[in-house]
């Protein structure tokens, strides 16, 4: 089975002013809903988040990138500024199912994100929990 090696729960810690997960480049799928939320929390009706914030891939809306590379919503002192309405795909990191599919994605991703087999131990119920959100 796949998911045996997280069976026991994994270590996970965000670190203190890493961004890392942030900073790198890849897409950050957004619903509706969400959008929603952003605009309400940037002050935005939501066509102007729309124009200012997002692009079309694969007929999805992500957010855009910063000029420097990574999340636009990534400040300069890697913290988000839009924690409190940030995507599901953010809450659920690292817990994405692409990252569970085997122990070598997880350690893998380990290389880039410090908070991997950090911290306390999310169990395997909470794991389950957010890979089936995403």
């Avoid at 270590?11 to 809903?33: K, L, S």
């Avoid at 400040?75 to 122990?103: G, H, I």
């Amino acid at each position: 089975m796949a998911d045996e090696f997280f069976k026991d729960g994994l270590r996970f810690e965000c670190q203190p002013n890493c961004g890392a997960c942030c900073n790198q480049i890849g897409d950050v799928y957004v619903t509706g809903a969400e959008i929603s939320r952003l605009a309400t929390h940037k002050q935005l009706p939501v066509s102007q988040f729309r124009k200012r914030y997002l692009r079309r891939v694969h007929g999805k809306y992500s957010l855009i990138d910063r000029p420097q590379g990574g999340c636009i919503f990534l400040s300069d002192d890697m913290k988000c500024t839009v924690y409190e309405a940030r995507p599901n795909q953010c809450r659920t990191y690292p817990f994405w199912p692409r990252l569970l599919s085997s122990a070598l994605a997880w350690q893998l991703e380990g290389i880039r994100c410090p908070g991997i087999d950090k911290g306390k131990i999310i169990p395997v119920e909470e794991i389950t929990r957010l890979k089936e959100q995403t």
